[in-house]
């Protein structure tokens, strides 16, 4: 619950970062709007996804940090994890899904914000860089203060 009170707002900081070097100057409101609508949009789709899991169920890639696989074994899991329908439905469904999130972001964020729909793009797609290389540098420290917490990664 608290994720998903928190999610909005941080998303559309880091949209409005984007928004604000592309010379967006509605205010970070006018960001939130359209990528509050946008995740409601996301949910939906996720909700699509799991009736389709249910309908047509599929089993996921066993994940194992543990256990070390070699890269035929490895590509063996996903071929058997592509064989099945259910998998496909769902990845499909998920590609969709971002795409249509996407396009929803970048109109939305151009309307309220009055710049063009290719500001806004690379508006999105500079704030999504932002925030994965936050993320990174959030993991790199994280690992530096207590490397030991990390499974499956050495120590340095």
Do not use: C
Request: cysteine-free; overall charge positive; proline content about 5%.
């Amino acid at each position: 619950i608290i994720v998903s009170v928190i999610l909005p707002f941080l998303v559309s900081g880091f949209g409005y970062i984007g928004v604000r070097i592309f010379n967006g100057r509605q205010g970070f409101f006018n960001v939130f709007k359209p990528i509050t609508y946008s995740l409601i949009i996301l949910t939906i789709y996720s909700l699509i996804m799991i009736i389709f899991a249910v309908i047509v169920p599929f089993n996921s890639i066993p994940t194992d940090n543990l256990t070390p696989v070699s890269q035929e074994q490895a590509m063996q899991m996903w071929k058997d994890y592509l064989m099945q329908p259910g998998a496909i439905i769902n990845m499909l469904i998920n590609l969709i899904s971002l795409v249509h999130v996407f396009i929803f972001s970048i109109i939305g964020i151009s309307k309220f914000q009055k710049i063009t729909k290719s500001k806004a793009a690379f508006a999105l797609i500079l704030s999504a860089i932002i925030a994965l290389a936050v993320i990174i540098l959030f993991v790199i420290i994280s690992y530096l203060a207590n490397p030991g917490s990390f499974v499956g990664i050495p120590s340095v």
